[in-house]
């Protein structure tokens, strides 16, 4: 079975075809904004302009332009090839990158904006220990449970402990999708935003 990945929640666009296990196509480039503009024809430059049977896309959180336009993609190829699409949390992504080469509780910290971080804390295992949470950085690092921070935010996060923490400064990679769960996959494709919208509805235009 062939796998499109596509991630594009944070200043990444990544896109990797797989054939099995086995990379055959992939496109990872460090755009922070234009990702609608190079995400498909990114796909498109892959082999087969990576038509494939099923397609994993990030569900967030990280950038909404970003998330929406990845889910929006997935969704439209998905119909256009008969595929399965699938969507994942992107925090988990980063967790999975960071247990190689051996599982370990870790404490993903993101890029969440307006001076906030996404926190979630995940054990030696599939499951997170708590739900994503847009923090301030005092609660953050309340919120930190583990010795190992991995994330954009790592760095930022482990300097304000006087205890040492490994920091492990990693982005979501459609290359790596390979390392999540069958379990971390969902055909539910809602996006995880982690906070409210920056944008608001007037008042009296809510429904």
């Known amino acids: 079975m062939r796998t499109l990945a596509i991630e594009t929640a944070?200043?990444?666009?990544s896109v990797a075809l797989f054939d099995g296990s086995m990379i055959i196509g992939e496109y990872?480039?460090?755009?922070?904004?234009?990702?609608?503009?190079?995400?498909?024809?990114?796909?498109?430059?892959?082999?087969?302009?990576?038509?494939?049977?099923?397609i994993l896309v990030s569900l967030g959180p990280g950038s909404f332009t970003g998330v929406r336009i990845g889910i929006a993609a997935a969704r439209a190829l998905g119909f256009a090839w008969n595929a399965e699409v699938l969507g994942y949390?992107?925090?988990?992504?980063?967790?999975?990158?960071?247990?190689?080469?051996?599982?370990?509780?870790?404490?993903?910290?993101?890029?969440?904006?307006h001076g906030e971080w996404f926190v979630q804390n995940f054990a030696n295992s599939v499951r997170?220990?708590?739900?994503?949470?847009?923090?301030?950085?005092?609660?953050?690092?309340?919120?930190c449970r583990h010795d190992v921070i991995a994330g954009n935010r790592a760095q930022?996060?482990?300097?304000?402990f006087e205890d040492k923490k490994?920091?492990?400064?990693?982005?979501?990679?459609?290359?790596?999708?390979?390392?999540?769960?069958?379990?971390?996959?969902?055909?539910?494709?809602?996006?995880?935003?982690?906070?409210?919208p920056d944008a608001k509805l007037p008042a009296g235009a809510q429904k």
């Open 10 to 13: 944070t200043e990444a666009c």
């Open 28 to 54: 990872h480039e460090m755009l922070g904004r234009g990702h609608a503009e190079r995400l498909i024809p990114a796909i498109a430059g892959l082999p087969d302009k990576g038509r494939a049977e099923r």
């Open 89 to 113: 949390p992107t925090l988990a992504l980063v967790a999975a990158r960071s247990w190689q080469p051996d599982p370990r509780p870790v404490t993903v910290c993101m890029h969440a904006g």
């Open 128 to 143: 997170a220990e708590d739900g994503v949470r847009s923090l301030s950085p005092d609660a953050a690092k309340r919120a």
């Open 156 to 160: 930022a996060l482990s300097d304000m």
């Open 166 to 196: 490994l920091v492990l400064d990693l982005l979501p990679d459609s290359r790596k999708t390979y390392l999540l769960h069958e379990t971390q996959l969902s055909s539910d494709l809602t996006p995880i935003y982690g906070r409210a």
